[in-house]
């Protein structure tokens, strides 16, 4: 393409003389990717291979459970951060409580800070949820052209330092009593929000950079069983690990949440901080050691071109019908004898990566609604909690039983349920994996009715339970340990739609969109957010019940269309977006002009 023909790829020698034959191809950015996307390849199975033998993940490199690491770090420090903001913003400081906004001991009352609010506390969570899912689109897409993606996450992680210094400064003693704090909160909140739109949309995208096989290809094991390295194992199982660590960190919550319960807001905000102080020597430390790719230039602006031609020649009723797509094919334009009609810039193979970059992102317009159901709107889950007897529990801890499913489960299906299936060949694709996450959390949208319908009928203020009740013991007789059961059932959801998603934005976006189509992806994310913040004048008395009766109604309609919709790209072989005979390898000490290194290349004719 054209906007990218400048990207010089260095060979193993020092040389440069590849990058003609990538003007040759007219794809000139770079990919680690080896195998030719023609369909003849070394170590291709069968159809009756692919058909009868067992599919096994590849092995992962050491590389990619560092970048893990990172992970758990940079989601430990936020979601140390995220659970507190509710109640800071939410309730007064508690009368008879330490000064540092705990309350007293042994009683039934919530940590506070601000006292503003049920509204302004479910927009301010809402709107910094919405920026950190928002923000992606932005920083995905420059990394994608003009930055790459290592240098915008350690632009992130300085941006997350600020801001974790700020709330800090949030949580001082003699701030807190005379009102002043929202400054420096506020501030530390929206920073927050900025590092981690920076982080999030590049660190996956980076993580999978550094896995080399993307097609089916025969592996002989030690027993000498013939089995197939399939490529969407290898996705799956790297990317449950990462998921894993990231509510591995998620679940240090619970340590900010007794932090705030008991000692007060100084150590809740100290923890997140001090979660976050390894990641820059982390980054330090693989700067060397990273598969890096040189930002080539987005392929945004080809996207839309093979758009407009698919409109102009088959116009808006063609749209979603079959044959679309291959309207904008320089072979079927060359085919129709108008070459001189239309300046291309894009191949076949391009067009086919559009089509499926498409596709993905029809099936993440879905996942809103497995959100609202697996969290509740806006903070109507944490309302819910203040209603519930607590005995002593932090009630912003029991949120964290979403993290802890998720760290049972995660294993659970990487080394048990999906290696049994695979085992009797059979094939759980993506789509089912997804169909299974949206029924579980419409499942738990459903618990959630429930559970505030009772909490309202048992409440001494009726309705208006979760408004600083101050009737007898202000809680319903219903224990906060049923609210578990929701949360967990809505993160076990999670393995079964995030991390497909994940793979899908991998390996259906064009190489150069990878970072933007990962943000699509957390975008979904986003609009679960601004649901939620434009809901924020219903998210409170007495209407919580509807706040979580109505998404569980829609989850169930929208799980049996979105199966409907796309089941059959279930029967599809995983196709990788890629460039021929390209293999990047962890880069020597030469540059590339915009400070991600350029990598050795090697033709076929050398790894051969």
């Known amino acids: 393409m054209a906007n990218t023909a400048t990207t010089e790829i260095v060979a193993a020698d020092g040389s440069s003389n590849y990058e003609n034959d990538l003007e040759k191809h007219n794809t000139a950015s770079t990919t680690h990717k080896n195998i030719p996307i023609e369909d003849d390849y070394e170590g291709k199975p069968t159809q009756e291979e692919l058909d009868t033998l067992r599919r096994v993940p590849g092995t992962l490199p050491i590389i990619a459970y560092l970048i893990c690491i990172i992970e758990f770090c940079e989601r430990a420090s936020y979601y140390g951060v995220q659970p507190l903001i509710s109640n800071y913003v939410n309730r007064p400081m508690p009368e008879g409580g330490n000064g540092w906004g705990a309350p007293p001991r042994g009683t039934q009352k919530t940590a506070g800070a601000l006292g503003l609010g049920q509204s302004t506390s479910n927009a301010v969570t809402q709107s910094f949820s919405m920026l950190a899912y928002a923000l992606p689109l932005l920083f995905g897409w420059l990394a994608d052209a003009k930055t790459g993606r290592f240098k915008l996450i350690c632009w992130g992680v300085v941006v997350f330092g600020v801001a974790h210094v700020l709330m800090v400064v949030a949580g001082a003693k003699n701030l807190l009593a005379d009102g002043s704090t929202k400054a420096p909160f506020f501030l530390s909140v929206y920073i927050l929000a900025l590092g981690s739109g920076m982080f999030k ?11 080399s096989n993307t097609k089916p290809m025969i592996k002989v094991l030690k027993t000498g069983e013939r089995v197939i390295e399939d490529p969407e194992a290898t996705t799956e199982r790297v990317m449950l690990w990462f998921y894993l660590v990231i509510n591995i960190g998620g679940f240090m919550g619970v340590a900010t949440a007794y932090s705030e319960k008991y000692i007060g807001w100084w150590l809740a905000f100290v923890i997140p901080l ?6 820059p020597f982390l980054l330090w430390f693989l ?31 063609k749209v979603g019908r079959h044959g679309f797509w291959e309207l904008a094919k320089p072979s079927n334009i060359a085919a129709a004898g108008l070459e001189g009609a239309y300046k291309i810039e894009w191949s076949d193979q391009f067009v086919e990566d559009v089509r499926r970059t498409f596709q993905g992102t029809g099936i993440f317009c879905f996942f809103p609604i497995q959100y609202l159901n697996d969290n509740g709107l806006g903070s109507a889950a944490n309302f819910l909690s203040t209603m519930l007897r607590t005995d002593g529990v932090p009630n912003d801890v029991i949120s964290n039983f979403n ?34 996450g949206l029924a579980m959390s419409t499942i738990g949208g459903v618990a959630y009715t429930v559970l505030n319908y009772y909490a309202y009928k048992l409440s001494p203020c009726g309705d208006y339970g979760s408004s ?7 809680v319903a007789n219903i224990s906060i340990w049923f609210l578990a059961i929701p949360f967990a059932i809505g993160g076990i959801s999670e393995l079964f739609v995030n991390v497909p998603a994940y793979g899908i934005a991998y390996s259906r976006a064009p190489v150069n969109m990878r970072g933007l189509v990962s943000a699509i992806n957390l975008f979904s994310t986003a609009v679960a957010y601004i649901i939620g913040l434009a809901c924020s004048s219903v998210v409170t008395d007495p209407y919580l019940t509807w706040v979580f009766g109505g998404p569980a109604i829609a ?11 796309f089941r059959h790209i279930d ?14 390898t962890p880069a020597d000490d030469s540059s590339s002009q915009n400070g991600e290194k350029a990598l050795p290349a090697y033709s076929e004719e050398k790894k051969n």
């Open 201 to 211: 949309p590049n660190v996956s995208p980076l993580l999978l950079d550094q896995v």
């Open 274 to 279: 001090i979660l976050y102080l390894p990641l």
């Open 287 to 317: 700067r060397k050691r990273l598969i890096l790719h040189p930002p080539g230039g987005s392929d945004l602006p080809n996207v839309f071109r093979v758009l407009g031609v698919c409109l102009r020649r088959g116009g808006f009723k």
């Open 403 to 436: 993290s802890l499913s998720i760290i049972a489960a995660a294993p659970l299906l990487n080394y048990g349920l999906y290696p049994t299936l695979r085992r009797f060949n059979i094939h759980y694709g993506p789509i089912a994996r997804i169909t299974t």
């Open 468 to 474: 600083d009740c101050n009737v007898g013991t202000g």
């Open 555 to 565: 989850g169930g309609v929208l799980t049996i269309v979105f199966y409907v919709t």
């Open 571 to 584: 029967s599809e072989e995983t196709v990788f977006s890629q460039r021929e005979t390209i293999e990047a």
